[in-house]
Structures are given as structure tokens and as C-alpha cells.
């Protein structure tokens, strides 16, 4: 293994044993991104984190809310084939259309497009390099990062947690 793939994984590895979430009672930061604002008076906005908490499972909390990771391999999305739509688990905003859906081998469901003006981003250094996270732009949930190393016809990989959707069978 060579020494910068080694460096790799050490940052990775040490960014899940350190922890990808943000400490507890942390807000999620508000989104750099100008599409956001087509959403600044949602009622998501105003919602408390005891809201928050009462509305989500403990899992889509950690990931919405906290800019957490769920395991790789261990949504049931992940598996989804049906004709439908990916709405986010926060705020029930469409995101992504199943035919965008592909098997990307990471263990997390993965788009190569997504309904642009309903997402914001961020650059995101958690784990120690630059990436850009993404997220819902009516309630601001964290879904997860977009990488350039998707299929045509952008290139583009959303990776996306699966608990912080729900999907809509067409």
C-alpha cells in the first residue's frame, strides 16, 4: 500500500472513530448555497430540536439534524428498483427521481443527478480534505456529499444516507 493511500484510510478511519457528527446541541450550519433561500420562510426552519427529535427516528435525527453517517450496507434503499421518488425524511421534499438511482458499490443508495433547486451545499472538512456536502433546502437535513466520480451524463455521485429519505413508489 502506497503511503498516500495509507494516509487515506488513517483519516478516514480516524474521522469515524473521532466521530462524523457535529457535538450534541450543535445546529446544523446554515447553507452557503443561494437555492436555500427559495426556502427561507419554511415552517422547517422553526422547528426546535425537541421538534426535530419528536418527528424523527433516532438514526434519521443523527444524520438530518447532526451531519451523522449511518453504516454503510444497512439501508433497505440501497436495494430500491421500483419507479418512484426519494423525498427527504425531514421535510418530505422531492429530491431525487429513481431512474437517476445506480449501483455504485459504496453501500449507500447513490444518485448521478439530483432536482437541483431543492438541495444546497457546503465544503465539509470533517474527515480532514475537502468534499461538499449536500442537503435539503427547505429544512436544511443533512442527505450526504456529492463526489465527481459518478456515470455519465454528469459524472456526478450523490451519496446519499437512506435514512435521511423516503421513498414514493411511483
Not at 54 to 70: D, I, K, Q
Not at 85 to 96: I, M, S, W
Amino acid at each position: 500500500m502506497t503511503a498516500s493511500r495509507r494516509a487515506f484510510f488513517m483519516l478516514t478511519a480516524g474521522a469515524f472513530v473521532a466521530g462524523c457528527s457535529p457535538p450534541v446541541g450543535a445546529e446544523p450550519k446554515a447553507a452557503s448555497d443561494a437555492r436555500t433561500a427559495a426556502f427561507a420562510d419554511s415552517p422547517f426552519r422553526r422547528l426546535t430540536d425537541a421538534q426535530w427529535r419528536a418527528r424523527l427516528s433516532p438514526a434519521a435525527y443523527n444524520v438530518l439534524r447532526r451531519e451523522g453517517t449511518e453504516r454503510a450496507g444497512t439501508s433497505p434503499l440501497e436495494h430500491e428498483k421500483r419507479p418512484g421518488v426519494f423525498h427527504c425524511a425531514g421535510c418530505d421534499l422531492a429530491l431525487f427521481r429513481a431512474d437517476w438511482k445506480y449501483d455504485s458499490g459504496t453501500g449507500w443508495p447513490s444518485f448521478w443527478d439530483v432536482m437541483k433547486p431543492h438541495i444546497g451545499t457546503k465544503r465539509d472538512f470533517v474527515i480532514g480534505y475537502p468534499r461538499t456536502e449536500y442537503h435539503c433546502a427547505r429544512c436544511l437535513g443533512h442527505q450526504g456529499h456529492v463526489f465527481e466520480d459518478g456515470p455519465r451524463p454528469t459524472g456526478l455521485r450523490y451519496c446519499n444516507n437512506g435514512v435521511a429519505l423516503r421513498f414514493v413508489p411511483a
